[in-house]
């Protein structure tokens, strides 16, 4: 028996696949950092020998473009600057998923497994915090108790974390600490007492500041208007105690003004003037909007030597506020003036008498009470307008001007008679002249010409009520419905209530209703107008009309009465418009 030494070379088969070190890798990178910035290395090995044993990697997204992976040393670089908030904003979370393969290099029959790796992009604080307003405004009154809310604020930050968390402040414009902003909620709340007549409006700055390192910031505006409340009386602006006014002062003069103001704003501060209540004016006339005070009677030293005047200015609140001043008002005697005999006269004339009627004739006497022929009748003053005439010999006045009663309804003339004798002497008679009403206006809708119908209309349900004015004097007016294809359909009330008459299964669009109003003068001739009332069915089918504008334009002046039509709105269909 011998023995023989040999020796056998065992060949390797590609019989093993790489192995990652880890199932998952977990890396975490910066945003913003520039490209080909370092993530993390990829480790696997494989126990098979020679070139089954060598182990490669490649990304096994083919899509992925933002990494580039070393194949040899598993090392992983960004080729993309990431923004972490874009990410999030795609992907609803930080984290960017990515599948590694590694395999081996075996001629036949190559080997490969993968693994998963996770990279978390970390945020850095590169976003301002962004309020949801660049500009906040507000109006509060200026008697709003300390600790109400004025306003709110929000801002948001898109960065995570310390970074997001936002707090605010006023960074400039609150005057005297007025306001408070908390700086977690944002509620900014009143601190301190307003007065608008001080300062009506507020313009602060306001700051959103995270809690990154550094921090960043941004700013927005609030505007606080203070409204108004009525606080303040009206004041005179001087106390004047007295005033001397000669006793053959002309009817007309003003002779003095009342002057008062008021800080308050709108209504709260228009001012009226007015006597107190009870007061006797003597002859003088408060002009409630500026505060003349006028003399509108002649003087007479012998019968009143003064004359003391409360006058109050108030404002336009509810309730009124009110100061008063007291005014004394001396008359100074003239001895040469002209002597007032007579007292007031008084006549009526029809508001359609014609230009040139007589309406009343004097025939003042002489010192003796005999009549004097050798007048001369003079119209010293008309108010508040000129429509009258006097024959300076015969004395007879007349009409020069034509009467509206619903303009002006009465008249004061101070007529003057002088003698033509040695000395000479003078009498002044104030004439009042009333103008009495004729039945010269028609009757004037002035509310809605246009209503809604109910969506199934009823017999018996309201529809709507129009409203008529006539500006004479005592008149009643009725309506009525004039004939028309849709009068069978509805009533009217002589008052002006529209009521369904019957029901109305299929109702049409719209109806046109034709209305008559008549007036009921108890002297002359009744007037009438007649309209047109547009009533739009509320139903499904409204969805066919649309208007024919989006937008309408119309003007009026300030002086416009109340019931002026200013235009038209139109509805259209594909068959008809209205």
């Known amino acids: 028996m011998s023995l023989i030494e040999a020796e056998f070379f065992i060949t390797d088969v590609n019989d093993n696949s790489p192995t990652c070190l880890k199932e998952i890798f977990q890396f975490e990178i910066a945003e913003n950092l520039p490209p080909l910035s370092y993530v993390g290395t990829v480790e696997a090995d494989d126990p098979d020998s020679k070139l089954n044993g060598i182990v490669r ?76 307003l660049d500009m906040y405004s507000a109006s509060l009154l200026e008697n709003k108790d300390i600790g109400s809310e004025v306003l709110r604020v929000s801002a948001r930050d898109e960065d995570m974390n310390m970074n997001s968390m936002v707090k605010f402040e006023i960074a400039s414009g609150n005057e005297n600490n007025t306001f408070s902003l908390d700086p977690y909620t944002g509620k900014l709340t009143l601190s301190a007492p307003l007065d608008r007549e001080i300062q009506a409006v507020y313009r602060i700055t306001l700051r959103a500041t995270d809690h990154g390192v550094p921090p960043l910031s941004s700013i927005a505006f609030a505007t606080i208007v203070v409204t108004d409340v009525n606080d303040n009386a009206p004041k005179f602006t001087s106390q004047v105690e007295s005033i001397l006014i000669d006793e053959d002062t002309e009817l007309g003069t003003c002779v003095h003004h009342f002057n008062a103001f008021d800080l308050d704003a709108a209504k709260f501060g228009e001012i009226s003037y ?115 005439q006097i024959d300076h010999t015969k004395g007879t006045i007349s009409i020069c001007g034509p009467l509206d009663r619903e303009t002006v309804d009465e008249y004061k003339l101070l007529v003057q008679a002088e003698n033509a004798k040695h000395p000479k002497r003078s009498t002044r008679q ?43 004097v005592n008149n009643n007016i009725s309506l009525s ?98």
């Open 57 to 132: 990697f490649r990304l096994a997204n083919p899509e992925e473009d933002r990494f580039v992976l070393d194949s040899e040393t598993g090392i992983l670089r960004t080729l993309v600057q990431f923004d972490r908030e874009e990410i999030y904003k795609m992907n609803k979370k930080s984290t960017i998923e990515l599948q590694i393969e590694a395999y081996d290099l075996a001629e036949v029959h190559p080997l490969s497994t993968r693994c998963s790796v996770f990279v978390t992009v970390m945020d850095e604080n590169d976003h301002r915090p962004q309020f949801t």
């Open 274 to 388: 007015s006597f107190s209540i009870g007061q006797v004016f003597g002859p003088f006339y408060l002009n409630p909007y500026d505060g003349c005070l006028m003399l509108i009677q002649p003087l007479d030293y012998e019968t009143a030597k003064n004359y003391t005047l409360v006058v109050y200015a108030s404002d336009a609140g509810t309730p009124k506020l009110s100061s008063s001043v007291v005014l004394r008002v001396l008359i100074k005697h003239i001895r040469n003036k002209m002597i007032d005999i007579g007292e007031s006269l008084h006549t009526e004339v029809e508001e359609n008498a014609p230009i040139g009627t007589e309406i009343m004739k004097l025939s003042p006497l002489d010192m003796n009470n005999e009549v004097d022929n050798g007048i001369h009748f003079t119209i010293l003053h008309q108010f508040p307008e000129v429509k009258f």
């Open 430 to 472: 104030t004439v009042t002249v009333t103008v009495n009403d004729v039945n010269d206006q028609a009757p004037e809708f002035y509310s809605y010409h246009a209503f809604l119908l109910p969506q199934s209309p009823r017999a018996g349900q309201f529809v709507g009520k129009l409203s008529v004015r006539d500006a004479d």
């Open 481 to 578: 419905l004039l004939s028309s294809d849709n009068s069978d359909l509805f009533s009217l009330t002589e008052e002006g209530d529209i009521f369904v008459k019957k029901p109305i299964l299929r109702p049409l669009p719209f109806y046109v209703l034709k209305v008559k109003a008549e007036d009921q003068p108890i002297f002359g001739s009744p007037l009438t107008e007649n309209a047109e009332i547009h009533l739009i069915w509320n139903g499904e089918q409204r969805s066919e009309f649309e208007f024919e504008k989006e937008v309408y334009d119309f003007s009026l002046a300030e002086t416009t009465p109340i019931g002026t039509q200013l235009g038209k709105l139109h509805l259209k269909n594909e068959n008809s418009s209205l």
